[in-house]
């Protein structure tokens, strides 16, 4: 199993982004959304007496959806991969500011993929050593990353890069600030297993497909 946290700080506060988080959610679905493709809701309800991050949040929105990955992977693997392969189902419990999201493959590859993403948003600059209250086994085998949105060399191809929406120069015409003024940071804690070496490629190939 692989173990990861990224940290990643952003100009705009826990409550800002949370209105943001839902607009760009419900967004990415519509347009994912029709044909037999994209993204496919099969549950959408509030939830409650779940608990989650160690009983300290227990009630928000759950979300079971499909996405549907065959128009989005090259036509060679439409072909050939087998029936429930490009099928991704994504279970999520938002209390926000804790998010909690799996993924799984259960037509398919079953229990050999697991992706578990927890999600917790605080009012600080990324120096919170444990976000998630891991026990000192997990924390452990942690491996922290931190990602700097305004880097644009790091993440983007010169092409994709653009005065207008880059977040090294960016700053909002509405609150005039960026991440001088106000912050807070999205820590972002991933373990999986994607033991999928054998169905797909060599698993020395495949442990890189997740950053």
Not at 56 to 65: M, V
């Amino acid at each position: 199993m692989i173990v990861k946290e990224y940290r990643v700080v952003l100009p705009m506060t826990v409550e800002e982004y949370q209105v943001g988080q839902l607009w760009s959610v419900a967004e990415a679905s519509k347009n994912e959304t029709g044909g037999g493709e994209g993204v496919e809701v099969l549950k959408n309800e509030p939830f409650d007496g779940v608990p989650l991050l160690n009983g300290q949040f227990c009630k928000g929105q759950y979300t079971h959806k499909i996405y549907h990955l065959q128009s989005k992977v090259p036509t060679i693997i439409r072909k050939i991969a087998p029936k429930g392969s490009l099928a991704i189902h994504e279970e999520a419990w938002n209390a926000y500011p804790y998010c909690k999201t799996v993924l799984t493959n259960p037509d398919y590859m079953k229990e050999n993929f697991f992706i578990k993403i927890e999600t917790m948003h605080l009012p600080d600059r990324g120096e919170t050593e444990n976000a998630h209250g891991l026990p000192p086994e997990e924390l452990s085998r942690r491996e922290v990353v931190h990602i700097d949105i305004a880097d644009d060399n790091e993440y983007l191809h010169a092409g994709d890069i653009h005065p207008s929406t880059t977040p090294r120069t960016f700053v909002s015409s509405k609150t005039g600030r960026w991440v001088e003024l106000i912050t807070f940071t999205a820590y972002i804690y991933m373990d999986y297993i994607c033991n999928v070496g054998s169905f797909w490629s060599p698993p020395s190939f495949t442990s890189h497909l997740i950053p």
